[in-house]
């Protein structure tokens, strides 16, 4: 997620807050005034494997930044530009991107879910 001074832009680009960097600019400009804190909530599944194959693409299932949604359902077509080795993995760190300025992080929160496969009975 881009993390970036964009009040006041009409029609958000790909290098505005909220944008999923190289996959999609926000739907709206949420931002609030520089100085201000921005609460940026993410909802997002990791890609699933069997074996070494992806059988579904990472998705961000919903986004929201300050009360709106900016994003749903919106299917990686892989890893984002700028990861750590440019490819796909099930597990890895969260990293945060702070090269356009100043910018500070307060309250993160992560929440990992653990789906499991149903077995009929």
Request: proline fraction near 7%; charged fraction near 25%.
């Amino acid at each position: 997620m881009q993390v970036f001074d964009s009040l006041g832009i009409k029609k958000p680009r790909p290098s505005d807050i909220g944008a999923i960097y190289g996959a999609a600019p926000s739907r709206v400009n949420a931002a609030k005034q520089p100085g201000e804190w921005q609460k940026l909530v993410i909802d997002f599944e990791a890609p699933r494997f069997d074996s070494n194959q992806v059988i579904r693409k990472a998705r961000f299932v919903k986004v929201s930044l300050n009360g709106e949604t900016i994003h749903e359902n919106v299917e990686m077509k892989g890893p984002t530009p700028g990861g750590l080795t440019g490819k796909e993995h099930a597990k890895g760190p969260i990293l945060l991107q702070g090269d356009h300025g100043p910018v500070s992080y307060r309250n993160l929160k992560f929440t990992r879910m653990v789906f499991q496969k149903l077995q009929a009975k």
